[in-house]
């Protein structure tokens, strides 16, 4: 048997009435002057103030972080923790926000030379980080990875270190209530994205396994009601406890190819996370369908695809177009053209996806031609 490593030490807290029992939460984790981490719709939102009314008056607040989290917005979120003396961080919103908020737990000082290896050798004290999602995606509030885009060499960084991880996860979908259509679609399929690449990946273990799966098959049949019932809290809990699912079984599991392009598409194209793994899930499962073939078929009993009788390549089968149906349905698109893609660029997006280190757990090994035969069937 692989040796494997199942980590978790992220608390996570749900149900009625979280929200209001942050003051005592923050007591228990000896944060005395808090900083609020944040972007600007977050708080245009209102949702910043909802959570400043358990935090106090006084407390400081960053809301500076941009759509993708940067090496200056990393340094400037230092400069303002240092400035306001901050103690312990609550950072508020979607993976953006989640990531520049773990990324200073590890890193002192950034500059523009950052590189992932100086990242990892960089490692101040670290002050406790309460995390409370506003999206049902990414769940980086239970992962011991963040993402950090170079702007001047045009590179995403996804970095690991379990220091990353949080302190306490707080889930509170009355958050996520006024979330977007198309943030909703794209976040909900970032988080199935990562629960069927962490259930095929080669590091899937016992552990990640049932979590995984239990993920997928709450995204599958709530995604499309908070489509239609953008109201519906009943099923913005269940996305929102589904998303936190899937990031704990990627942490252990990791993940595979779609996210290896999906980066490479974020860093040259601004195309946002979710929505590139969307695009790319099932052009990628179908690519690792002769390797995956029971697993994918396992994805498929787990979504609803599957028939009765179906071999499990059969279900399989299902499985990709099942989610291409899903694509469609929730208005995604389904071609990587579609993206503001160029066929000249094909070549610079396979070669900065296989330099990704995710790729490692692909079923399927892949080369650089690999994915660039993959790109241009999916192009």
């Known amino acids: 048997m692989a040796l494997h490593h199942f980590h978790m030490t992220t608390r996570v807290v749900y149900g009625d009435g979280v929200l209001e029992r942050l003051p005592q939460y923050l007591q228990e984790l000896n944060i005395r002057r808090p900083l609020l981490v944040t972007d600007p719709g977050i708080q245009k939102a209102g949702l910043a103030d909802q959570v400043l009314r358990y935090l106090g008056a006084d407390t400081a607040v960053f809301a500076d972080v941009p759509p993708e989290t940067s090496i200056q917005a990393t340094a400037n979120l230092v400069r303002a923790a240092d400035a306001a003396q901050a103690d312990g961080l609550v950072a508020l919103g979607g993976g953006s926000v989640m990531d520049t908020a773990k990324a200073i737990n590890l890193v002192g000082a950034v500059g523009p030379n950052l590189s992932a290896q100086r990242v990892g050798q960089s490692a101040p004290p670290v002050r406790p980080l309460v995390a409370i999602p506003t999206t049902a995606g990414t769940g980086s509030e239970v992962s011991p ?8 060499h045009d ?10 991880l949080p302190d306490l996860a707080l889930l509170v979908p009355e958050l996520t209530l006024g979330l977007p259509p198309k943030m909703t679609a794209a976040t909900g399929m970032d988080a199935l994205t990562h629960a069927i690449e962490s259930y095929v990946s080669t ?6 396994d049932p979590i995984a799966l239990a993920a997928m098959t709450a995204i599958a049949a709530n995604l499309p009601v908070v489509m239609r019932e953008p109201r519906n809290l009943a099923a913005r809990s ?3 406890v589904a998303s936190c699912q899937a990031g704990i079984a990627f942490g252990s599991a990791l993940l595979g190819a779609a996210h290896a392009v999906s980066h490479a598409l974020g860093a040259h194209f601004h195309v946002p996370h979710g929505v590139g793994n969307a695009v790319m899930l ?6 690792n369908l002769p390797v995956a073939t029971s697993r994918l078929a396992d994805v498929s009993r787990a979504i609803g695809a599957a028939q009765p009788g179906d071999s499990d390549e059969a ?9 291409r149906q899903l694509n469609r349905q929730l208005g995604i698109p389904e071609r990587v053209r579609e993206l503001g893609v160029k066929p000249e660029d094909l ?3 396979a070669a900065q996806a296989f330099k990704d280190p995710i790729l490692a757990t692909n079923p399927r090994p892949c080369t650089e031609a690999d994915l660039r035969a993959l790109l241009q069937e999916a192009y």
């Open 315 to 323: 279900a399989a089968r299902r499985a990709v177009e099942a989610v």
């Open 155 to 164: 590179v995403k960084y996804p970095l690991s270190d379990e220091r990353l």
């Open 238 to 240: 269940a996305m929102l």
């Open 145 to 152: 990875f963040t993402v950090i885009r170079d702007e001047e």
């Open 282 to 287: 099932p052009w990628v499962m179908n690519f």
């Open 347 to 349: 070549d610079h997006l």
């Open 203 to 208: 590091n899937h273990n016992s552990f990640s």
